[in-house]
Protein backbone atom coordinates (compact mmCIF):
# COMPACT_ATOMS: atom_id res chain seq x y z
CA UNK A 1 0.00 0.00 0.00
CA UNK A 2 1.71 3.63 -0.76
CA UNK A 3 0.64 6.15 1.52
CA UNK A 4 1.99 9.49 2.44
CA UNK A 5 3.78 10.54 5.74
CA UNK A 6 0.89 12.85 6.50
CA UNK A 7 -1.64 10.23 5.92
CA UNK A 8 0.17 8.34 7.58
CA UNK A 9 0.29 10.45 10.79
CA UNK A 10 -3.43 10.71 10.65
CA UNK A 11 -4.22 7.31 10.47
CA UNK A 12 -1.72 6.94 13.28
CA UNK A 13 -2.51 9.92 15.32
CA UNK A 14 1.22 11.38 14.84
CA UNK A 15 2.91 13.98 14.01
CA UNK A 16 4.96 14.24 11.20
CA UNK A 17 8.42 15.70 11.21
CA UNK A 18 10.19 16.37 7.93
CA UNK A 19 9.25 16.67 4.44
CA UNK A 20 5.63 14.74 3.46
CA UNK A 21 7.12 11.45 1.21
CA UNK A 22 5.56 8.49 -0.29
CA UNK A 23 5.83 5.17 1.29
CA UNK A 24 5.40 2.09 -0.58
CA UNK A 25 4.89 -0.86 1.75
CA UNK A 26 6.79 -0.91 5.49
CA UNK A 27 8.98 -3.01 7.46
CA UNK A 28 10.08 -3.37 10.85
CA UNK A 29 13.50 -5.19 10.22
CA UNK A 30 16.20 -3.46 8.18
CA UNK A 31 18.00 -6.11 6.73
CA UNK A 32 15.18 -6.83 4.54
CA UNK A 33 13.61 -3.96 4.07
CA UNK A 34 13.36 -2.00 0.46
CA UNK A 35 13.69 1.52 -0.64
CA UNK A 36 11.27 3.75 0.14
CA UNK A 37 9.19 1.31 2.28
CA UNK A 38 8.01 2.68 5.70
CA UNK A 39 9.85 1.57 8.78
CA UNK A 40 8.23 0.41 11.87
CA UNK A 41 10.72 -0.29 15.10
CA UNK A 42 9.31 -2.19 17.43
CA UNK A 43 10.29 -2.40 21.22
CA UNK A 44 10.61 -6.11 21.77
CA UNK A 45 13.89 -8.06 23.08
CA UNK A 46 15.71 -5.13 20.87
CA UNK A 47 14.31 -1.46 20.76
CA UNK A 48 14.03 -1.02 16.97
CA UNK A 49 14.30 2.76 17.42
CA UNK A 50 18.62 1.85 17.55
CA UNK A 51 17.95 0.98 13.62
CA UNK A 52 16.41 4.03 12.54
CA UNK A 53 19.79 5.80 11.03
CA UNK A 54 19.96 2.24 9.14
CA UNK A 55 17.02 2.63 8.19
CA UNK A 56 17.44 5.90 6.70
CA UNK A 57 20.84 5.27 5.45
CA UNK A 58 18.63 2.28 3.32
CA UNK A 59 16.23 4.53 2.09
CA UNK A 60 13.05 3.97 3.85
CA UNK A 61 10.21 6.69 3.13
CA UNK A 62 9.80 7.74 6.45
CA UNK A 63 9.84 5.83 9.85
CA UNK A 64 8.02 5.78 12.96
CA UNK A 65 9.04 6.85 16.56
CA UNK A 66 8.71 7.05 20.21
CA UNK A 67 11.86 9.18 20.27
CA UNK A 68 13.26 12.67 19.01
CA UNK A 69 12.85 12.09 15.04
CA UNK A 70 17.02 11.33 13.67
CA UNK A 71 16.60 13.17 10.46
CA UNK A 72 15.08 12.16 7.54
CA UNK A 73 10.79 11.82 7.46
CA UNK A 74 9.55 10.44 11.25
CA UNK A 75 5.84 9.90 12.02
CA UNK A 76 6.54 10.42 16.07
CA UNK A 77 3.76 7.96 17.58
CA UNK A 78 3.05 7.13 21.00
CA UNK A 79 3.19 3.76 20.23
CA UNK A 80 4.78 1.83 16.94
CA UNK A 81 3.15 -1.50 17.77
CA UNK A 82 -0.44 0.44 17.87
CA UNK A 83 0.43 2.24 15.17
CA UNK A 84 1.36 -0.27 12.96
CA UNK A 85 -1.89 -1.99 14.13
CA UNK A 86 -3.83 1.18 12.89
CA UNK A 87 -2.32 1.12 9.56
CA UNK A 88 -3.01 -2.90 9.41
CA UNK A 89 -6.24 -1.55 9.84
CA UNK A 90 -6.46 1.36 7.39
CA UNK A 91 -5.18 -0.93 4.48
CA UNK A 92 -7.96 -3.57 5.54
CA UNK A 93 -10.63 -0.96 5.38
CA UNK A 94 -8.94 0.67 1.91
CA UNK A 95 -9.45 -3.37 0.22
CA UNK A 96 -12.14 -3.71 -1.33
CA UNK A 97 -11.86 -7.71 -1.81
CA UNK A 98 -12.07 -10.11 -0.11
CA UNK A 99 -10.31 -11.58 2.44
CA UNK A 100 -9.21 -15.01 3.77
CA UNK A 101 -8.14 -15.96 7.00
CA UNK A 102 -6.85 -18.92 7.80
CA UNK A 103 -6.06 -20.36 12.00
CA UNK A 104 -5.89 -23.79 13.45
CA UNK A 105 -3.51 -25.47 15.22
CA UNK A 106 -1.58 -27.01 12.66
CA UNK A 107 -0.97 -26.56 8.62
CA UNK A 108 -2.17 -22.94 8.50
CA UNK A 109 0.86 -22.02 6.29
CA UNK A 110 0.39 -24.88 4.32
CA UNK A 111 -2.99 -23.97 3.43
CA UNK A 112 -2.59 -20.11 3.17
CA UNK A 113 0.40 -21.40 0.78
CA UNK A 114 -1.64 -23.91 -1.63
CA UNK A 115 -4.52 -21.30 -1.60
CA UNK A 116 -2.18 -18.75 -3.15
CA UNK A 117 -1.32 -21.03 -5.23
CA UNK A 118 -4.72 -22.08 -6.39
CA UNK A 119 -6.62 -18.61 -6.30
CA UNK A 120 -3.37 -16.65 -7.50
CA UNK A 121 -3.69 -18.31 -11.12
CA UNK A 122 -6.74 -16.78 -11.73
CA UNK A 123 -7.20 -13.57 -9.68
CA UNK A 124 -4.33 -11.16 -8.22
CA UNK A 125 -3.63 -12.42 -4.74
CA UNK A 126 -1.51 -11.58 -1.84
CA UNK A 127 -0.44 -13.92 1.30
CA UNK A 128 1.10 -13.63 4.51
CA UNK A 129 4.61 -14.06 3.87
CA UNK A 130 6.26 -16.87 5.49
CA UNK A 131 3.84 -17.52 8.83
CA UNK A 132 3.80 -13.61 9.09
CA UNK A 133 0.74 -14.54 11.81
CA UNK A 134 0.82 -12.57 14.46
CA UNK A 135 0.11 -9.42 16.00
CA UNK A 136 3.09 -7.46 13.99
CA UNK A 137 2.64 -10.27 10.74
CA UNK A 138 -0.64 -10.04 10.53
CA UNK A 139 -1.03 -5.98 10.08
CA UNK A 140 2.35 -6.24 7.79
CA UNK A 141 0.61 -8.24 5.58
CA UNK A 142 -2.48 -6.30 5.00
CA UNK A 143 -0.05 -3.14 4.52
CA UNK A 144 2.18 -4.62 2.18
CA UNK A 145 -0.71 -5.67 -0.25
CA UNK A 146 -0.10 -4.11 -3.89
CA UNK A 147 -2.77 -1.73 -4.56
CA UNK A 148 -4.25 -4.13 -7.84
CA UNK A 149 -4.83 -7.12 -5.02
CA UNK A 150 -8.09 -8.69 -5.90
CA UNK A 151 -7.85 -11.28 -2.60
CA UNK A 152 -5.90 -10.81 0.79
CA UNK A 153 -5.32 -14.28 2.61
CA UNK A 154 -4.09 -13.86 5.64
CA UNK A 155 -2.60 -16.11 8.10
CA UNK A 156 -3.25 -16.30 11.84
CA UNK A 157 -1.52 -17.80 14.63
CA UNK A 158 -2.68 -17.58 18.13
CA UNK A 159 -0.24 -17.55 21.53
CA UNK A 160 -3.57 -17.54 24.04
CA UNK A 161 -7.10 -17.04 24.83
CA UNK A 162 -8.20 -13.96 22.76
CA UNK A 163 -5.40 -13.30 19.99
CA UNK A 164 -7.47 -14.81 17.40
CA UNK A 165 -10.46 -12.52 18.14
CA UNK A 166 -7.46 -9.38 18.00
CA UNK A 167 -5.94 -10.68 14.45
CA UNK A 168 -10.03 -10.84 13.50
CA UNK A 169 -10.62 -7.21 14.18
CA UNK A 170 -7.33 -5.82 12.06
CA UNK A 171 -7.79 -8.08 9.21
CA UNK A 172 -11.63 -8.68 9.34
CA UNK A 173 -11.54 -11.59 6.82
CA UNK A 174 -14.73 -12.43 4.71
CA UNK A 175 -13.96 -16.36 5.15
CA UNK A 176 -12.43 -18.32 7.49
CA UNK A 177 -10.56 -21.21 7.47
CA UNK A 178 -9.88 -23.47 10.79
CA UNK A 179 -7.24 -26.17 9.81
CA UNK A 180 -7.58 -28.54 12.73
CA UNK A 181 -7.84 -27.65 16.37
CA UNK A 182 -5.98 -29.68 19.01
CA UNK A 183 -4.11 -29.70 22.33
CA UNK A 184 -0.71 -28.73 20.44
CA UNK A 185 2.28 -27.15 22.43
CA UNK A 186 0.78 -27.70 25.16
Do not use: W
Request: aromatic share 4%; net charge negative; hydrophobic share 40%.
Amino acid sequence: MQMTASEIAQVTGGSIDGPDTTCDGASIDTRTMEVGELFIPVVDARDGHDFITVAISAGCGAYLTMHEPQGGTAIVVDDTSRALTALGREARRRHTGPVIGITGSVGKTSVKDLALAAIGKTRKTHASKQSFNNELGVPLTLFNAPADTEVLIVEMGARGIGHIAELCGIAAPNIGIVTYVGAVHT
